[in-house]
């Protein structure tokens, strides 16, 4: 890792380049009206970007559904929050096996045997490779806000003493 920061490549539904039009080779040359041009330290560079972008609110993710793989008509469903609430079998395409009560994919109506067809900017109902669209999947869900719920839940299982 090293400073200049130079996009490389993007994550999936990636905000920079789907709304804010970045491109592969571009070089982040200011954050927030403050220049990091020709600044060297990729901490200082990288700590700065995180705090900026710490304060936005959480990029929602789009995944497509169809009932079935023939089927013309999509249904896109918009996430923001994790855990999304979807089980799915384990083969490619990805179908849904389960969806969770009261989770956000039960809120908004997805069923189960529809099949996952685009993960956010990407097409995977052509990919085959089961490993690959899950870790797809993983990637896409790991940014949203995790429900309060969740980080409660957690809490309660964790103990914290100091030394």
């Known amino acids: 890792q090293k400073a200049p920061i ?4 993007f994550t999936l539904n990636s905000y920079a380049k789907n709304a804010l039009g970045v491109k592969q080779g571009w ?11 020709g600044d060297t330290n990729f901490n200082r560079v990288g700590a700065t970007l995180e705090y900026y972008i710490s304060q936005f609110p959480v990029w929602p993710l789009e995944l497509e559904f169809r009932e079935t793989l023939e089927s013309d008509e999509r249904t896109i469903v918009t996430f923001e929050e994790r855990p999304i609430g979807i089980e799915f079998f384990r083969r490619s ?5 389960h969806i969770s ?13 529809w099949y996952i ?3 956010g900017d990407v097409d995977v109902l052509g990919n085959h490779n089961f ?15 995790e429900k309060e719920e969740t980080v409660h839940m957690h809490r309660h299982h964790l103990e914290w003493r100091s030394n």
């Open 6 to 9: 130079v996009v490389s490549s």
């Open 27 to 37: 070089m982040l040359v200011g954050i927030n009206e403050e220049s990091v041009r």
């Open 93 to 97: 395409p990805i179908q849904v096996e």
């Open 101 to 113: 009560p009261g989770t956000p994919a039960d809120l908004k109506h997805v069923k189960t045997h």
């Open 117 to 119: 067809t685009r993960i």
């Open 131 to 145: 490993h690959e669209v899950r870790a797809m999947l993983y990637e896409a869900v790991k940014p949203l806000n």
